[in-house]
């Protein structure tokens, strides 16, 4: 299983669910999209099985075509942690990839 978290800046939100991810064998890559280019993205999209939007309005994802079937949204809401292990953002994280593990990542 590969999944591609994507926030603005590519190190909190992202970061912290890649981190999750992570722990429990999975292959997370955590990506910014506003500091990537569209050809990084779409690379980095042929190569995941998942992409986790961490706000839904992160729609330059969705402009690229053939990937709007991998992706899912995971909103967190903007950053306001500023660091990507901070508590707060691990405890709002943690139930979601709880139950996706639950469902053996089938997201």
Known sequence: MKILCICEGGNVRSGALAYQLKNLGIDALALGWRYNTLETLGMLAEWADYIILMQPWQNVVYSLPGFQAKIRVLDVGPDRWGSNTHPELHTIIQPHV????????QL
Do not use: I, L
């Open 98 to 105: 709880a139950e996706w593990k639950d469902r053996g990542f």
